[in-house]
């Protein structure tokens, strides 16, 4: 498994997708937006679920974190029964969400990707993409990566997906 965890638009997904066409085998990609995108609707603006603020504040509540739960154990369910697995998160609660991950792949080999960019750049990757909420990648830009631990760093500011994804590539051996 490969584990990808850096801010909103710092170029996670770019990475992802030239890893697998890098990666002389096949791997299954997953990311957190596409989780998100299938909790119901009612839960993406209630107190139990996810809401998202003007400022770009995230809160999650107990019923999402339920699901997140179960998302996680079938993402460690696949990558036991063989499937090669890169999934693209976004570490709200740092090395507490890192602890769940872990806690979830117990005995999988796992190499955890730590992508940086700097705020101001990702807030301008945000604005050009137009589908996030404005503030998002400044404020989660640095939360994320409090306290995780990673195998391997790349830094998105001034550097191409593809290169990022030859570091990670390179780790695997």
């Not at 993409?129 to 760093?153: F, I, P």
């Amino acid at each position: 498994m490969i584990i990808l965890n850096g801010g909103s638009s710092a170029g996670k997904s770019g990475i992802v997708r030239c890893l697998q066409a890098l990666l002389p085998e096949p791997w299954l990609a997953f990311g957190c937006d596409s989780f998100v995108d299938a909790v119901p609707a009612k839960l993406r603006a209630a107190d139990g679920g996810i809401t998202f603020a003007a400022d770009g504040t995230v809160s999650v509540g107990a019923e999402f974190r339920a699901l997140e739960a179960a998302w996680t154990e079938g993402i460690a369910a696949m990558a036991r029964a063989g499937a090669r697995v890169i999934v693209d998160d976004v570490f709200l609660g740092g090395a507490a969400s890192q602890q769940r991950w872990r806690k979830a792949l117990g005995g999988l080999d796992v190499l955890w990707v730590g992508v940086r960019c700097e705020s101001a750049v990702a807030a301008g990757r945000e604005v050009a993409r137009g589908d996030r909420v404005r503030g998002l990648a400044a404020s989660q830009a640095e939360v994320v990566h409090e306290g995780v631990v990673y195998d391997v760093e790349v830094d998105t500011t001034h550097t191409e997906s593809l290169v990022c994804a030859e570091a990670v590539a390179a780790r695997l051996g």
